[in-house]
């Protein structure tokens, strides 16, 4: 073998996904990619706020000395003092800037996290429907991902998941607003599953995990509840992907809870890991962008606006699903129930989705919004269709 | 352990590296900076090239849609393209995009690659002294660093490194120019080295990755030979950090070989590992502006001065190194043969350097000469008092 086993299994089960991606570009060439209504990716489509241009075009305009050059591993000091403050509002907290890390993003902050917590076999808990690459940046670091139910509307199951618990568990990730489910969990929920932490952690630390880049993305007047005054072993790992619409600059960060145990061991180990992963730091002028850009996010209005469209469409034509409170997704029930049957079908009308399967969610798919107005206006009628001819 | 075991063991294994750096804190407060002559650290300190800020600038007064969104996992096609034209140029055989990636620096890349290739308890030889870091990739993906002795003026040596082949060593990783020594191998090195390679992948594949940030700061008309017309089971792992002193922006590339045998399921699986690290992509912006930077090199005058500065002072002060061809370090041998104790005693006149013990190369110790011509020439002085006193 050429390259490593786990490497190529990988690559050989994603095959199908890729397959299903390559049919829809075979579509694209064939009809026109405007006829080929695409609702595959999570890529935000709108773009930045005008304060993020202004601000990079400020650090481009005057270059300050050394501005491009390393800094400490864990980011600039005066862009992890803003932000501290961002989420210390956010949390109801006071969290300072020796509990920031500055990462390449979520996901970096992720794999930096989990590199940091789990020695070999650690179990990771993760409500199911799920981001996918949760099990990969598990199994990166030698760790195993328990996948648990939630309840019907994808809220959390605590019994569930307390259930799930055993002298292996070292972490719980949860991921509010939800990718693919769009569901935001409730502060009372978010009460319930610290206390669940809390009780089991006397035996073995667990950590909350929360990935949270669609925190700003909320729709129906819902606000994402904090964690830190409820779960002192927390800590979020999030990026500015989504909020300001810049997911290729791959810019986030990691604040952990100043009242966890061994603070200062973890963010030592959250520094090296950070250093050691090939992270070095997090992107030097990108820092520094969104250290200014603190009450600054992206317009969300066109999201609500298709969220929206899309809801009254899908809701009258017959689809079954549960409204998104957040995030691009709405994660509906497969007709018949069997979701790739159903995903192969609508392909047949030029409509591309990707089935729940892929998400840990079977007899689901997840239309990502991601795209204009005119084009769900155009896909609503066509899903209609669809569904009247579906012939399982 | 409220954090796995071996990052705990490698914060404390690292704890006596920080304790020389805080003691050098403590004297640049007592002394003031100014008096504290600081031959530590390896961030490039001459400024960026002047077409370097006209692209960022160019860049960010007229944005184009979508710039700062996601892309291929892979990078930006043409700037995968035009990095493609600059590798071939370097290697002198035509690489296509379709063996370029593009990393967050060369760290980045070197954890993808180690990624893809390593299985569990695979080895990685590595001759020394050499970039520290690299125990920490191998042991990311669960390989096995394997050091070999280099000769006395740190060349390769050959022998020593097909001695330590064995059925499990899957890599060789060469840094040309070499941090900690400086030193460049010849191309009759890199041929040797190659055709011992092409003989032991007879039984099992072995890569040679050749890890080369500081190809273009080199001196006393040396080049860097190419390894792809020599060893067909070859990549590069690279980046822009030093050639255009920008090392916080993250941004680097993976480049394989054309003639690697099953070339299209190694870029597979590096792509496949650039995204399920949590590196997702290279940062956007910066793929966009080192794309257009082809021809462009930071001003290496400054280095070769202080270089030339620096041998001629220590020389006559009685030091006894290796002059380097290449990178920003002298690798010196330390009097007495102790590195840790003279370490210890030129800091007692206000110098700090670093032990050759850090690089697998006890009895040496490291300069970076990433300052100032005029703190070197106040230095010298210093550094021969220094000799003249020590008395082990």
């Not at 070999?120 to 949760?134: A, C, L, R, S, T």
């Amino acid at each position: 073998m050429p390259i490593a086993h786990d490497i190529a299994q990988s690559i050989e089960k994603s095959s199908w996904i890729r397959k299903m991606f390559e049919e829809g570009t075979k579509l694209k060439a064939l009809y026109g990619a405007e006829n080929v209504y695409d609702f595959t990716l999570g890529n935000p489509d709108v773009e930045p706020p005008e304060q993020f241009f202004d601000e990079l075009k400020k650090l481009s305009d005057t270059p300050q000395k050394g501005i491009h050059g390393y800094m400490s591993n864990a980011g600039f000091p005066d862009v992890r003092k803003s932000i501290a403050e961002k989420v210390s509002r956010e949390q109801s907290c006071i969290v300072s800037m020796d509990g920031i890390i500055m990462t390449c993003g979520a996901a970096g902050a992720m794999n930096v996290v989990l590199k940091t917590i789990l020695d070999p076999g650690d179990q990771v808990i993760v409500p199911k429907p799920y981001f996918v690459e949760y099990g990969f940046y598990a199994k990166n670091h030698g760790g195993e991902m328990v996948l648990v139910d939630t309840n019907g509307d994808f809220s959390l199951n605590i019994e569930n998941i307390e259930k799930a618990v055993t002298d292996k568990t070292r972490a719980i990730i949860i991921n509010s607003p939800n990718n693919p489910t769009g569901a935001v969990y409730s502060e009372e929920t978010i009460k319930s599953l610290a206390d669940c932490i809390i009780k089991h952690s006397k035996k073995r630390s667990i950590y909350l995990i929360s990935d949270e880049p669609y925190r700003d993305i909320v729709y129906n007047n819902k606000t994402v509840p904090g964690i830190f005054n409820y779960c002192p072993q927390s800590i979020i790992a999030t990026s500015y992907s989504k909020s300001l619409s810049i997911p290729g600059e791959r810019i986030g960060y990691c604040a952990v809870n100043p009242a966890c145990k061994n603070f200062d061991t973890l963010m030592a180990g959250l520094i090296l890991s950070n250093r050691i992963l090939g992270y070095v730091n997090a992107p030097a002028l990108m820092q520094r962008v969104v250290g200014s850009l603190n009450d600054v996010v992206v317009d969300i209005t066109p999201y609500e606006k298709r969220k929206n469209l899309f809801v009254n469409g899908l809701k009258e034509a017959g689809y079954s699903f549960t409204e998104p409170d957040g995030a691009f997704y709405i994660f509906c029930k497969a007709p018949g129930g069997d979701d790739v049957a159903f995903v192969k079908h609508l392909q047949k009308y030029n409509i591309l989705i990707v089935p729940g399967v892929g998400f840990g969610g079977p007899g689901y798919f997840r239309i990502a919004f991601c795209v204009s107005e005119e084009s769900i206006k155009k896909a609503l009628p066509i899903f209609k269709k669809a569904l009247q001819e579906y012939n399982p």
